[in-house]
């Protein structure tokens, strides 16, 4: 595991992590988006041979976060599931066993269409429009946070897989995904590999943490770095 | 030759007053004979004939008494074109040949534009003559019941195979061909048709490879006379900039298509020849009306309007980019215009020879700059035509994008068996040296994808059912046979009126980035963008002056070997001839300049400008060997900078040289310049920095679409499909991340280290370069040969040695020292 930064938001902590995952330690709860879970299978299913592992890799990757915090919760700010049940999901259901006693809470995002008896099944608490908690909001499009509610939480989000780019003299650039913050909400970074980025275009007062990914000619791990 | 058939066909030639050419006859002669080859003759000059007629020939040979009467014969010819806005033409030529012969034959014509109800008659009753692209071939092979159909067949005619060879449909035919040939009752006979290249021999051989035949060369002995004539701007710009010279000389070509029956004028790239539209309309009002623009991005039914009105004269001048390049003659046509570098030998004389068919008539071409250095190219030109030096076009080799979408359509057909299809590809030029077990990992690919023994896995493509290989799924058949080909063109976008009214298409890469209300250029209007839905980007027409010009990312091709060397040579003269071309004693007062602040480089030397301004620190390099190749050589400097300290550079190139550049002092002196282009561990650096740079992630885009890895838009299919989109580059970091080993990861890189990093051919410009002399300067201000390479700055490669995190902090710094 990664060395998290420290992020208070109206007096809550958050742990930030290169992982792309956010530990919320008053709630001792894990906050996550975008996971895409059976996406290589869906892919495969229709005869595009993308390799099964990232999946794999993934849901290693939550079980360790998972392992090293022990938290009583997750919240998943939508798309945790990429399309229709596959075999996949099956594997996930197996893997969810292992963390029975955590519970799951899934903010419905575009992509979660499985029918309410998977989710029972998955022990997923679904939440089709938003979900609160303390001072924090979650939902899964920030487009879609109810106006006369915006002001009363500070809302966590995903959907749009934020990427930041950076500009150096003499014409360097670099895209990173990122962890975004601005005023009313903050917009996580897809937990899936299997995704892209969208870049935004962050505002002064906004904060941004980019995400550095490994790099393997230095056997260096990811990190996570406060940009602006 | 007394046979009836020669008989026959001379007196229906006779009758119209015709006379067969020397290599028509010996064309007739081998197909009556039974023997396979190639035809190279250039267009408009009967070649179409020289292999229809002679299928005619050997057809009247076999049914003497009864020929004009016999129906119903089933497929004799088929005759695969490139172009499919060339079927219909060689189809009404054929048959009119047909009709006067009193005989019963039929055409068909078979591409993407042919309506099912047609399809579904031919498959009832095929035509004696096929017309068919080789995306339709394959579409064909992916049907049932395709065998019957071929069973009848004689003769397999390739039509331009110049312009196939050396490309993924090339390879597409080759694997065809391989297919077809074991499908008929007799041996069939395969033509080749192509112009001159500078490998006829090897072209003839790998169409033939899967008959195993000796070819049979028919060469068409007709010299043309071509007369270059430069533009020369009156006044030259010392610094050069791409594309801006151009449109400044648009009102000297006025005079030009004024005086001349009808003129096609060449552009390098579909946003350029917008620009030069619109232009020639501003400098020329009066010819509105009489000129019209044609490139491939705009709608069907307009592209053949204007090939219509040039046949019949209807038009003074077209406006057009490689979308004319191939096809019938327009007879009315006798002046060429090329604006920009050709980029080749051949592909100016191809386009020069679409003027002036007329035997003794001279193919007239005009050369415009679009940058002043490009004088020098068409110098160069000059002394490569009056040499005869033609490229070559290498035959493409173990592309396994093709293989494995070919096996996905043979499995969507009748099935396959591996062992029998094994034999018949590895008899194909382009597989003859395919291993066994690369095979076999193909069969693997498209049967279990990729690793196989996952848990919980359902890959689904082909299956094995007792030893027969097939695609049961409809929905998986369906979706294959809408991909079958080689051509990947960006994603693009419809655009509509509000009205409903279809003007074309545009990249999505190029849209993306407007937003509504914003003015581009299409099909030589301006039109308004008022939003994106459903794949259409819907528009209004726009009076505003300003507009945006969509850059096509496409189109950009890299010079040649042969013309680079030419290039070279032709420098020589600027220093050491006292009575240089024309278009060298124009470019005196830039010569002069980079003489003054630099050096003009000779054949037997290298230069290397070293210029550093503000915190940017520049390294040009000038082999003028090409694009691809420059990138390629840059890749390997920056790797070999890169390992004396970490470093950062970003790329640029043209096709006179490239550029490093860097935030910091770039470590190059005469100390160590000399070993920077060593041949030492040349294989081994060339892997390295291959691995470290982008070029195998954008050859990866063509090779995951046409592998089936990603579907490119079409209409209706893109909601239910939408969750199986992924983007090339996604699709790249996955594979190298966690199935490096993957067959279409692989070839990525083996198209870069065979295109573009070939080992041979820059071990040969290195050991060059070794052997020049390198002359490092170190100008105080940019140089009019680095000039044109700092402002072109498209497709910037990156290449760095430094750790990320080091970076990313740097840039930080110099964010916030900058804003300080």
């Not at chain 1, 595991?1 to 742990?15: E, G, N, S």
């Not at chain 2, 695969?80 to 079927?87: F, I, S």
Request: aromatic residues 8%.
């Amino acid at each position: 595991m990664t060395k998290p930064v420290l992020h208070i938001i109206r007096d809550q902590h958050c742990w930030l992590h290169a992982e792309k995952i956010i530990w919320w330690e008053e709630a001792r709860s894990i906050i996550v988006s975008d996971l895409h879970f059976g996406k290589t299978g869906h892919f495969r299913k229709s005869g595009i041979a993308v390799p099964q592992s990232v999946y794999k890799e993934d849901m290693q990757q939550l079980a360790a976060m998972i392992a090293h915090y022990q938290p009583i919760k997750i919240i998943a700010v939508g798309d945790l599931f990429h399309s229709h049940a596959n075999k996949e999901l099956d594997w996930f259901l197996r893997w969810r066993q292992d963390f029975a006693h955590v519970a799951f809470c899934l903010v419905k995002g575009n992509h979660d269409i499985l029918s309410p008896d998977w989710y029972a099944k998955a022990a997923i608490d679904v939440i089709s429009d938003y979900y609160t908690e303390g001072p924090f909001g979650f939902i899964h499009d920030t487009a879609d946070i109810p106006e006369e509610q915006c002001s009363n939480y500070y809302w966590f989000s995903g959907h749009i897989h934020p990427g930041v780019r950076m500009e150096g003299s003499a014409k360097q650039s670099l895209r990173l995904a990122c962890f975004y913050f601005q005023q009313q909400y903050a917009i996580l970074p897809a937990f899936s590999r299997f995704t892209g980025l969208k870049l935004i275009r962050p505002k002064k007062a906004d904060t941004v943490y980019g995400i550095i990914p490994a790099d393997q000619r230095f056997q260096s791990p990811p990190s996570i770095l406060r940009l602006q | 030759m007394t046979e009836p058939g020669f008989t026959i066909i001379n007196q229906w030639l006779a009758g119209k007053g015709f006379q067969a050419f020397p290599f028509q006859e010996a064309a007739w002669r081998s197909i009556v004979d039974g023997e396979s080859g190639l035809v190279n003759a250039p267009t408009g000059c009967g070649k179409t004939y020289s292999v229809f007629l002679g299928s005619l020939i050997q057809f009247i040979n076999e049914h003497p008494l009864d020929y004009a009467k016999r129906k119903n014969n089933g497929l004799q010819l088929l005759w695969v074109t490139p172009l499919r806005a060339l079927a219909k033409d060689i189809g009404r030529a054929m048959e009119e040949v047909i009709n006067e012969l009193g005989m019963q034959w039929r055409v068909g014509i078979r591409n993407g534009d042919t309506d099912t109800s047609e399809r579904a008659k031919q498959k009832r009753n095929m035509p004696e003559v096929l017309i068919i692209t080789p995306e339709s071939l394959h579409l064909l092979l992916a049907q049932k019941g395709h065998p019957a159909q071929l069973e009848t067949l004689h003769i397999i005619a390739v039509d331009e195979w110049h312009e196939l060879i050396g490309s993924k449909r090339g390879v597409q035919v080759e694997l065809a061909i391989s297919r077809i040939v074991h499908l008929t009752k007799q041996p069939v006979s395969l033509w080749g048709i192509s112009a001159t290249i500078g490998n006829l021999d090897e072209a003839a051989a790998c169409l033939l490879a899967p008959i195993e035949k000796a070819p049979v060369i028919i060469r068409a002995q007709m010299d043309k006379q071509i007369a270059v004539e430069s533009i020369i701007p009156e006044e030259i710009e010392k610094y050069p900039w791409a594309g801006h010279l151009g449109i400044k000389l648009a009102e000297r070509i006025i005079p030009i298509i004024e005086q001349s029956n009808t003129t096609l004028i060449f552009i390098n790239t579909r946003g350029m020849s917008e620009t030069w539209y619109q232009t020639i309309l501003t400098v020329a009002p009066h010819l509105a009306g009489a000129i019209a623009l044609h490139h491939g991005s705009i709608e069907r039914e307009l592209r053949e309007w204007i090939e219509e009105s040039l046949h019949t004269q209807k038009l003074k001048a077209v406006v057009c980019t490689a979308s004319l390049d191939l096809g019938v003659d327009f007879r009315p046509v006798d002046t060429v215009i090329q604006v920009g570098s050709p980029k080749g030998v051949a592909r100016f004389l191809q386009r020069a020879g679409r003027s002036g068919h007329r035997p003794g008539d001279i193919s007239k071409i005009y050369f415009l700059p679009t940058h002043s250095l490009e004088l020098v190219e068409a110098a160069a030109l000059k002394n490569a035509i009056h040499a005869g030096t033609i490229e070559s076009k290498t035959p493409l080799l173990l592309c396994f994008d093709v293989l494995i979408q070919y096996l996905c359509t043979l499995a969507t057909g009748e099935g396959f068996r591996p062992d029998e299809i094994f034999a018949e590809v590895k008899k194909t030029y382009c597989f003859s040296e395919i291993r066994e077990d690369e095979f076999r990992e193909t069969l693997l690919h498209i049967t279990q994808g990729g690793d196989a023994l996952q848990q919980y896995d359902e890959y689904r493509k082909v299956e094995v059912d007792e030893g027969l290989y097939q695609i049961k799924s409809r929905r998986i058949a369906m979706r294959h046979r809408m991909h079958i080909g080689t051509i990947v063109s960006d994603a693009m976008l419809k655009v509509k009126l509000l009205s409903g009214k279809y003007l074309g298409v545009i990249e999505e890469y190029f849209i993306s980035r407007l937003e509504p209300g914003e003015v581009f250029t299409l099909a030589g209007r301006n039109l308004e963008l008022i939003g994106i839905k459903d794949m259409t980007a819907m528009v209004k027409p726009s009076k505003s002056k300003k507009s945006i010009v969509p850059s096509w990312m496409g189109g950009r091709m890299s010079l040649t070997a042969n013309l680079g060397e030419k290039l070279r040579e032709t420098l020589n003269e600027v220093i050491q001839s006292n009575s240089p071309q024309i278009e060298l004693a124009a470019l005196t007062p830039l010569f002069d300049l980079q003489k003054e602040l630099s050096h003009i480089p000779q054949s037997n030397e290298l230069l290397i400008e070293q210029i550093s301004l503000k915190d940017e620190h520049h390294l040009f390099v000038y082999p003028f060997e090409g694009r691809l190749v420059h990138e390629a050589m840059a890749a390997i400097l920056a790797y070999r900078i890169g390992k004396i300290m970490p470093i950062t550079f970003s790329i640029a190139m043209n096709d006179y040289g490239f550029e490093l550049l860097s935030d910091q002092p770039i470590p190059v002196d005469d100390s160590n310049v000399q070993e920077l282009f060593s041949t030492e561990n040349l294989t081994a650096d060339i892997q390295r920095s291959v691995n470290a740079s982008e070029m195998a992630k954008r050859k990866f885009r063509d090779i995951a679409v046409i592998g089936g890895l990603i579907f490119q838009g079409f209409p209706g299919e893109q909601k239910k499909a939408r969750h199986l989109q992924s983007s090339a580059s996604l699709l790249f970091k996955v594979f190298s991340e966690y199935e490096p080993n993957n067959l279409l990861l692989k070839q990525a890189y083996q198209e870069v280290f065979d295109q573009q990093m070939e080992e041979v051919r820059l071990r040969e410009a290195m050991m060059r370069i070794q052997q020049s002399k390198i002359v490092l300067q170190y100008p105080t201000q940019l140089t009019p040969f680095c000039f044109p390479i700092k402002v072109d700055d498209l497709n910037r490669n990156h290449h760095s040695s430094e750790k990320l995190e080091d970076r990313v902090k740097r840039m930080q710094q110099q964010l916030e020292s900058n804003t300080r």
